[in-house]
C-alpha cells in the first residue's frame, strides 16, 4: 500500500475553518444565564461609567483650598453626610462632608481624605483634623472615565465570561442577543466498545473495552456551549446508518463521531457520509491523533442546509487532543468567536525527549514548583492518564529533540477548556 | 481614626482555610454528570488497561522469526483477519494476520507491521510483502501498559475534568461517589444598587448603579460547582436582615455578600452576623481588594452546625479579585479538593509599573502576540473592563516597581475559572 500523504496540522485548521460560517441565528437571553456564550451583537454603554463624581474611599470629602487656608493641621467642621445612593447638596464654605465609597461628590468639593487620615477632635461639634494633606483629585472617581457613553464595551463576537457579565450588567444589560448554542449529534463507533455500567469489569470478554470517548466528549461540547444529543453506538448496517446521519443531520449543526476513521477501518460510517454529502478522509502530520475526517451531510438540494461532520480518531488521547486543536476552534467559529486561536507561553522543560518524530508532537506535560514542565511517563496515546496527571501539552515541531532546560510552547489543558 | 492593622493575603487565606472542613456528606451521581465535580473517593481500576495485549495500528501481526527465515522482502500468506472486539485463533506458523487498531494480537504474534510498509502482491491467495522489518514489540500495546488492575487511578479529592470522566469510564465506572454541590447564598448590600432592566440607562438618578456584582459572582459560584440562591438585596432593617440571615443559614453552606465591608459603612448585614455568630473584619494588605470579613453564623447550640459567610467589597473589581483568590481557595476546600493553590507562571512584562505600592497588587494585564504581558490602561476597581480586556494577574509583591523586561509571577484568569 502506498503512504498517504500527510496534512500539515495548520493546513488541516485552515481548511476547517474556511469551510465553516457562523450560525445565523440568534437569540435573547437573560445576562444571568449567557456564561460562556458568544454575543451576537455589541453590547454598547448608554451611560458612563462612573455615572457620576464619586467617592473611592470612605472618608471625608473637602476642598482642598480651605484646608492650605488655616494655619497647622486644620480642623473643619462636618457639614453634610453623603452615603452611597444619595443626591448630595454642594459642599458648604470651610466644612467637609463625611462620604462613604461609592458617594457622589458633592459640588465643591475636590478631594476625598481617606478616614485613616483624618482624626475626630471635636465630638458634639462635630470637629475633624486633617492628617495628611490631600492633592486635587485624590480618591475621586470622575464620570466616564472607565466607560464613556457610547462606547463598545464588549464587541460582537465576544465569549462571555463571568467578569464580561458583570460589565454587561454595569452598562444596565439584563437581556443579551446571543447566537444559539451548537446542537451536536455525538455517535461513537465500534464493536470493541461496552458502556460502563452495562458489564462489570470481571465479565469483560477479550477484546472488549469500555467507551470512554462518550464521557469525556460529551463534557467538552457542553464546556464548548453546546447542546449534546448522545446517539450511542452506530448501527451496524447501511441503510440503518443512512437513516441515523441525515435524520441527526436534519436537527443538529455538526455530527461528531470517535473511531472508524483509520485508513483500513471498515465501518458504516464513512461510506454512508460520502453517499449523503462530501467525506475528507485526512492523515494529519500530528502526535497523537493522525486521523481525521471532516466534511458534510446535505439536506436536500440546497447548498446551504448541511450539517458539519467530524470523524475523530478512536484512541483516547488522539480523539481528546484533536478534539481541543481541531474541533474547539471549528465549534468556536460556528459561535461566531472573534478569536479562535490559543496563545501559547514558552516554559522551560525540566526532562530530554532524546528522539525527535517525523510528526508535530503534542506532549502531555505537567508545571512543576520551579516553574518547568514535568514529562508524563507514559506517553501512549490509548489511554487518558497522561491528560488526567497532566496540566497542559508541549507543542513540538516535527523532526525537533527538547533537552533539559529548553524553552518550548506550553499550552495549558485551562485555556482549552475555560 | 487609627489606621487599622493590615493582614497579609497568605495570612488572611491561611486562616480561612483552618476554618473550613470538607462538607461530610457525599453523593453517588452518573460519570456523564460529574464534570466540575470533587470525589468523594479513590477511583480504583478492577481491571488492567489495555485488558489485553493489542495493536496500536492498522496493518499485520507477525511472527518476526518467520520474517527472517526467507531470502530478501518475505511474502507470507494472510491467513485470520482480526479487527476490534473479536477473539482470535493463535498465528498459524509461516504466515500473518490482517489486523485492526485496538484488536487482539493472536497467540505467537510478536509484532505488528503498519498497513503503509506493506504491498499486497497477490491478491487471490492473499500474499503480503512486508517492505520493511519489524522488531519485535513494534506496535503493540501490552496488556497492563497503562493501568495496573488495583491501582487508583483517581484519587479522593480530585476535581473531575473531562479528561477525568473520560479515564473513570475507561476502567468501567458508570457512576461515581461526589461531594455534593455547596449551596450558597447570594446577598448583595448598597442602597444604591439598581437592578438592569428595571430603570433605564436615561432615567438613572444621580448616586445609583447598576448592581454587577450579582451578575459576576454568581456565574463564579456556578463555575465553582456551587448551588446558588441569590437573595437579591438585604433588607433595610435589623430584624428583617437577621432573620433572613438566619434563614439563609440554616439551607446553606456558605452566604456570601458583596459591599457593606468598609471601615466606616454602615449596614445591617455586620452587626446581624455579629449577632448570630462571629465576623472578621480584615483590612488585606492587597489592591484592589482590602476589605473582607469572615465569620460564621450559628445554628443553635451545636458548635458543629453553622454556616460560613463571607462579605466582599462592593467595587467590582475588588470583589472579583477577593473571590478568585480568597472564596475559591475556600469553595475547593469545601468540596474536599486536595489541591487549592494555583501556579503562577513567569513571564516578560512589556510594560513599565514605576510606582510601588505599599499593598501586594494584583494588575490585570494580557498576553500579547511576543510572549509578554501588556498592562490594561485603566486599573481603576470601579469597573470591570480591565478583568475583561485581561487575560489574568500580575501577582506584584509590595513594594515592588516593574521594569519593561522583567520577569514577573503570571496567574492566568483560565486556571482560575477552570
Known sequence: ????????????????????????????????????????????????VPAFDNSAMDGYAVRVSDLHSSN??????????????????????MSIARIFTGAPIPLGADAVVMQEDCTVVNECEGGVRIDVMPKIDQWIRRAGEDVQKGAVVLPRGTRLDPAALGLAASVGCANLQVVPRPRVALFSTGDELVMPGSVTPADMKVGSIYNSNR?????????????????????????????ALSSAASQHDLILTSGGVSVGEEDHIKPAVQQLGELNLWQIAMKPGKPFAFGKIKLGSDPHSFAHFVGLPGNPVSSFITFLLLVRPLLLQLQGTTSVALQPVLLRVDFDWPKADKRREFLRVRRNNDGGLDLFSNQSSGVLTSAVWGDGLVDNPAGQTIKRGDRVSYLSFAEFLK
Open 1 to 48: 500500500m502506498t503512504r498517504p500523504a500527510l496534512l500539515s496540522l495548520d493546513d488541516a485548521l485552515a481548511q476547517l475553518l474556511a469551510s465553516v460560517s457562523p450560525l445565523g441565528r440568534t437569540e435573547s437571553i437573560s445576562t444571568f444565564d449567557a456564561d460562556g456564550r458568544v454575543l451576537a451583537e455589541d453590547v454598547i454603554s448608554e451611560l458612563q
Open 72 to 93: 497647622g493641621l486644620p480642623v473643619l467642621p462636618v457639614s453634610a453626610r453623603v452615603a452611597a445612593g444619595q443626591a448630595p447638596q454642594a459642599l458648604q464654605a
Open 215 to 243: 464521557f469525556f466528549l460529551r463534557a467538552l461540547l457542553i464546556r464548548m456551549g453546546c447542546e449534546v444529543t448522545d446517539f450511542g453506538i452506530v448501527p451496524d448496517n447501511r441503510a440503518a446508518t443512512l437513516e
